[in-house]
């Protein structure tokens, strides 16, 4: 059974960079068949896709963040990554890593989801 | 971007009976494939959201055919043929025929 758990700090003072990372278990972030992936929900709202990352670095991100946001994949660990800069309490939410299949002609397929960390943006 | 409008917002239904979600979006999802990539997710308090239908009408494995979608061009809907206490939650419809990836806003299934 897949598992994906996100693990980062709780707390960011704007201005300053979010750093969250997801790990992995019964599953390999090295498999061609999966995009790893980062969406997001405001305490209260709905969700907003930040982008994902196939297991050779490819990556796709949300244009309306794509100038801050950066992620990674660390196949020794088993674990990818995201990096959101220049934060403001806009970007007070809960942050969930997931799996989405990379299926020829399946898209969207998003089977397997993180419990969620709440990240709060304040100084 | 793609805008996914879903109604109603809020849907307070009696148990054992049918439940309905409607979702559009502002421009057609049909890709340069053929294929319609329009996702519902479920998701109960407290929890992350759940894969329920992918494609317009496909269930994911181990959801209750009790759920059933449909639809095509900009126009889906989400059914409950007869609500169970355990659907109580926020019902989501997504697209992912156009990046960015793009969610409805959400529709609270409640019970009377």
């Known amino acids: 059974q897949v598992q994906l758990q996100e693990s980062g700090p709780g707390l960011v003072k704007p201005s300053e960079t979010l750093s969250l990372t997801c790990t992995v278990s019964?599953?390999?972030?090295?498999?061609?068949?999966?995009?790893w992936s980062w969406i997001r929900q405001p305490p209260g709202k709905g969700l907003e896709w930040i982008g994902y990352?196939?297991?050779?670095?490819?990556?796709n991100y949300n244009p309306s963040l794509k100038s801050r946001v950066t992620i990674s994949v660390d196949t020794s660990k088993n674990q990818f990554s995201l990096k959101l800069s220049s934060v403001t309490a806009a970007d007070t939410a809960v942050y969930y890593c997931?799996?989405?299949?990379?299926?020829?002609?399946?898209?969207?397929?998003?089977?397997?989801w993180g419990q969620g960390t709440l990240v709060t943006v304040s100084s | 971007d793609i805008v996914m409008t879903q109604t109603p917002l809020s849907s307070p239904v009696t148990l054992g009976q049918p439940a309905s979600i409607s979702c559009r979006s502002s421009?057609?999802?049909?890709?340069?494939?053929?294929?319609?990539?329009l996702s519902w997710l479920q998701q109960r308090p407290g929890q992350p959201p759940r894969l329920l239908i992918y494609?317009?009408?496909n269930r994911f494995s181990g959801v209750p055919d009790r759920f059933s979608g449909s639809g095509a061009g900009t126009d889906f809907t989400l059914k409950i043929s007869r609500v169970e206490a355990e659907d109580v939650g926020v019902y989501y419809c997504?697209?992912?025929?156009?990046?960015?990836?793009?969610f409805g806003q959400g529709t609270k299934l409640e019970i009377k």
């Open positions: 997931a799996r989405e299949s990379a299926q020829n002609m399946v898209r969207g397929v998003i089977n397997y």
């Open positions: 019964g599953g390999s972030v090295s498999s061609g068949s999966y995009y």
């Open positions: 990352i196939y297991y050779s670095g490819s990556t």
């Open positions: 421009q057609s999802l049909v890709h340069s494939d053929g294929n319609t990539y």
């Open positions: 494609k317009i009408s």
């Open positions: 997504m697209q992912a025929t156009q990046f960015p990836y793009s």
